[in-house]
């Protein structure tokens, strides 16, 4: 019986750059099929191809034994191919529903049907168990619940046979993960094959039953998972073995370092409640919870997005007054955002300029001129440093992968040198690598006196990083433990407690 799903020799270049070369994939039905590998492997590239996004170069793209040409994405819909992007696919201004089912709505004549347009969109999503409203509009939904839509967005389409996710748990809760895989348990049953791509191991072990692996745009083995130790993916993915001692956490900080940004009861109108905490130099602050928590919401009040209904801060002992971004960098406060391409990065300039923006000081002349050159020498000091994936510094940040311009973020405020760094999500879209890298980094940015503060929804992550874990729900703090005392199931409990009941640490 032929594969549902054959790839044969795929190539793909770009101007200065061969993204793939003779990779091969095949997906049988009803299988979870990981596919892993370092930013810039391929893999978003070969999934684009596989949607219609990309035009091969060169190679053969088979469904159910018969070669087909995929023209364009409703070609790949047509084919019964879904697909979830990493980075999101939606329209900011369009309600969920719309979303959802644009270009397919409930119609009578050129009269679009609203109410059936909702009730057909509730019906999906009480049927995946995703907690949106219809009506709500995609813009000012978090990063998370955006990622929901995209989930009901591919799972909307009752033709899909093949369904690629890339990345689909990056940004949302460890309830919301628990649904996909019921999800994908149920669509395994159909017969529906699933190209799964995520850099999370455990994950990987839990869902997939093979893993194939790409490294520098070239297909190097397909393993079926329960042969392969997660060290041999590794290996296979980077080309290298990784450091025995990546699994070291951080020694307990000293308490008498410091107080770089002390935040004395920040509350807002929407959410923050009575939020205090310290931050030392030299020390790695980490902040978890569950998604709705406020981890995100406490940083943009710290650094002005977010207006402050109540509260102090305190920038090296001094009350300061933050009520928009730039004063906060002015005070020596970088902000690492979740959603780099809305809030972190200027997609149709090239990289020098997204390294250097923030520190434009350092790179103009005498008279204020920008010199082009020195700030090419400056962001390639960072490319090379976080070992950035780009033809050159002159290259549209736009035409990288997610985890090179989540590099690219960092660098900026690397060039800012700020004394106080907030890391939002820092290794999201990262591959396992990479990732090594940001934690090394993270460390030696701690170990030269900086502060830094780090939101993470990945425990293992937290647990990693941090020297002190604060832990938030329902926009309060709930507890904190230093990094000897803490684990997963200390930090959850303090994630769950209930608030209305007084509950509070």
Known sequence: M??????????????????????????????????VGENGAGKSTLMKILSGIYA?????ISIDGEQVEIAGPRAAQELGISIIHQEM?????????????????????????????????????DEIGIRLRPTAVV???????????????????????????????????????????RLIASLRERGVGIVYISHR????????????????????????????????????????????HHEDRPERQ??????????????????L?????????????????????????????????????????????????????????????GYLPEDRKRHGLMLEQDVAFNVTMSSLAQVRGPLGVLRGGKARQLASSFVDALRIKTPSTRAMVKNLSGGNQQKIVIAKWLARDCDVLIFDEPTRGIDVGAKEEIYRLLHDLAGRGKAVMVISSELPEVLRLAHRIVVMSEGRVTGELANDEADQEKVMALATKNIDEGDVA
Do not use: C, W
């Open 139 to 181: 813009g000012d939904l978090t990063v998370a619940q955006q990622q929901m839509v995209e989930i009901a967005k591919a799972l909307s389409f009752e033709s899909t046979k093949i369904l690629v996710m890339d990345e689909p748990t990056s940004a949302i809760s460890i309830s919301e993960t628990e649904v996909l895989f």
């Open 2 to 35: 032929s594969a549902l799903l054959e790839i044969r020799d795929v190539s793909k270049g770009f101007p200065g750059v061969q993204a793939l070369q003779d990779v091969d994939l095949v997906l049988d039905r009803g299988e979870v099929l990981a596919l």
């Open 89 to 125: 696919n939606l329209l900011p201004h369009l309600t969920v529903a719309q979303n959802i089912y644009i270009g397919r709505e409930p119609r009578v004549g050129p009269m679009l049907q609203e109410r059936a347009l909702r009730r057909q969109t509730q019906a999906l999503l």
């Open 273 to 333: 409640s009575d939020v205090s905490f310290d931050l030392h130099r030299g020390e790695i602050l980490g902040f978890a919870g569950l998604m709705g928590a406020g981890r995100t919401e406490t940083a943009r009040a710290i650094i002005g997005a977010d207006p402050i209904s109540a509260g102090t801060i305190y920038v090296r002992g001094e009350e300061v007054r933050i009520s928009r971004p730039d004063q906060a960098v002015r005070r020596g406060i």
């Open 56 to 60: 091969r170069d060169t190679g053969t």
């Open 254 to 271: 000293g308490g008498d370092a410091e107080v770089v940004l002390s935040v004395r009861g920040l509350s807002t109108r929407g959410l």
């Open 201 to 244: 191991m455990e994950e990987l072990r839990e869902i997939a039953d093979r893993v194939t692996v790409l490294r520098d745009g070239r297909y190097v083995d397909t393993r079926d998972i329960g042969e392969v130790t997660d060290e041999e993916i590794i290996a296979m993915m980077v080309g290298r073995e990784l450091s025995a």
